[in-house]
Nanobody, 126 residues
Framework: QVQLVESGGGLVQAGGSLRLSCAAS????????MGWFRQAPGKEREFVAA????????YYADSVKGRFTISRDNAKNTVYLQMNSLKPEDTAVYYC???????????????????WGQGTQVTVSS
C-alpha cells in the first residue's frame, strides 16, 4: 500500500503561483509513475501532469502546458507541481496519484492509477 498526502493548496490571485507537494509513504519506491489530476465543481476529474519513475519524462495536459511544471525528489518520496500564471479556470481540487504501471498512453487515464491522495483545494480569484 502507498499513502499520498497533498499540501500547498490555497487561494491566489490570477497570475500568481502556487507549489503543490505530495508526500508518499508506505511501500514507496522510485518505480512509481506519479502525477496530478484535478476536479472543478460540476466537472469531471481531469488529467493535469505526470512524471515517470526517475523524472526523465513528463507529460502535461494542453491546458497547463508551459505554465505548470511537475518534478519529483525520490530521496524524499515527494512529487511537486509548480503552478505559474494561474487562471480562474485552474480552480479545482488537485489530487496526487501514483501507480507502478501507468507510464505510456495510460498515464492520462484515471483508471491507470491505483493510489490517490485526498486532494488539496486550489482557488484562483479573478
Amino acid at each position: 500500500q502507498v499513502q499520498l498526502v497533498e499540501s500547498g493548496g490555497g487561494l491566489v490571485q490570477a497570475g500568481g503561483s502556487l507549489r503543490l507537494s505530495c508526500a508518499a509513504s508506505g511501500r514507496t519506491g522510485s518505480v512509481y509513475t506519479m502525477g496530478w489530476f484535478r476536479q472543478a465543481p460540476g466537472k469531471e476529474r481531469e488529467f493535469v501532469a505526470a512524471i515517470n519513475w526517475n523524472g526523465a519524462s513528463t507529460y502535461y495536459a494542453d491546458s497547463v502546458k508551459g505554465r505548470f511544471t511537475i518534478s519529483r525528489d525520490n530521496a524524499k518520496n515527494t512529487v511537486y507541481l509548480q503552478m505559474n500564471s494561474l487562471k480562474p479556470e485552474d480552480t479545482a481540487v488537485y489530487y496526487c496519484v501514483a501507480d507502478r504501471g501507468a507510464w505510456g498512453a495510460r498515464r492520462v487515464q484515471l483508471i491507470a492509477y491505483e493510489y490517490w491522495g485526498q486532494g488539496t483545494q486550489v482557488t484562483v480569484s479573478s
